[in-house]
């Protein structure tokens, strides 16, 4: 179960843990202070589990971490274990490459990016947790993360569960809009990835997340 102490948020927040999480994920997340996360969850298709998404100049582009078949599928995220038959780490290098190197922070971050795109972790759990580790972080650490021991089902009660709410079919929380790369052209896009925020807004990324909604 999850230990919930006195001085924890009154609310328990759990959520999934995934790639570079959207907003909106961070919005719920700062919002509750303290974010449990659950490796026990099974994994599900055409999440954000295995994907993230960068502001393009066509739209949303789409970046997915390929796993390995078969049973895999039907595992806990913690069992969950990404695929290297194909060199997916240098095809997503290079997609951050062509659509965020032109903005105003990559270049001064992207030494701290890389090893996720050539480091072979083999768990899609631990993958994500490190991006998420990561963003927090570099954002001033302003969510306490934790994990559950087991998987905790949604009662209703007591809990604010992000696991199924934050999904890429889910309309958005409001956003304050920030300058994208390519917001020319497509337009501002809500709900992108954390690492489009941060690479176009920088330090300024947390007020963005604060600010939104209001």
Not at 32 to 57: C, V
């Amino acid at each position: 179960m999850i230990p919930v102490k006195e001085q924890d948020a009154i609310l328990p927040c759990i959520a999934a843990a995934v790639p570079f999480p959207p907003v909106s994920w961070w919005q719920a997340a700062i919002k509750a202070k303290t974010i449990w996360l659950d490796p026990f969850e099974h994994f599900q298709k055409m999440s954000y589990r295995n994907r993230y998404y960068l502001a393009g100049k066509e739209g949303k582009a789409l970046l997915s971490l390929p796993l390995q078949k078969g049973r895999n599928q039907q595992l806990a995220m913690g069992e969950m274990q990404l695929s290297y038959a194909e060199n997916w780490q240098k095809n997503h290098w290079r997609t951050l490459q062509t659509q965020l190197g032109n903005s105003p922070f990559f270049e001064y971050i992207d030494y701290q990016l890389f090893p996720f795109f050539e480091e072979k972790e083999p768990g899609l759990y631990n993958w994500n947790k490190a991006s998420i580790e990561w963003a927090n972080q570099f954002l001033g650490h302003p969510v306490e993360i934790r994990e559950t021991d087991r998987y905790i089902q949604n009662t209703g009660n007591n809990i604010v569960d992000l696991r199924d709410l934050i999904h890429p079919k889910s309309t958005p929380t409001p956003q304050k809009e920030y300058h994208q790369v390519f917001k020319s052209d497509a337009g501002f896009l809500p709900d992108c990835s954390i690492l489009d925020l941060i690479c176009c807004e920088g330090k300024n990324a947390l007020n963005i997340i604060l600010d939104s909604g209001n």
